[in-house]
C-alpha cells in the first residue's frame, strides 16, 4: 500500500512540473532582457549583438539537457 502512495506521489510530481513546463509564464524578471528564440533570425540578431559588444568581455556558454 505504501509503494502505491509513493508512485501516486511522484506521477503528481512530475505531472505538476509538466503542467508548469507547458503552460508556465514565458517572460522574463524585470531588468533582464527578454529571452529569444535561437531560430534563424534570432540566430543573425544574436550575432549582431555579440559582435557589437566586441570592446568588453563576452562570454558565451552553450549547455545541452543530454
Given at each position: ?16 512540473a509538466w503542467v508548469y513546463y507547458?503552460?508556465?509564464?514565458r517572460e522574463s524578471p524585470a ?5 529569444a528564440w535561437l531560430d534563424e ?26
Amino acid at each position: 500500500m505504501k509503494r502505491i502512495h509513493v508512485a501516486l506521489l511522484v506521477l503528481l510530481v512530475l505531472g505538476g512540473a509538466w503542467v508548469y513546463y507547458t503552460w508556465g509564464p514565458r517572460e522574463s524578471p524585470a531588468g533582464q532582457p527578454p529571452l529569444a528564440w535561437l531560430d534563424e533570425p534570432g540566430v543573425a540578431r544574436f550575432k549582431e549583438q555579440f559582435n557589437a559588444a566586441g570592446g568588453g568581455h563576452r562570454i558565451l556558454i552553450l549547455l545541452s539537457p543530454t
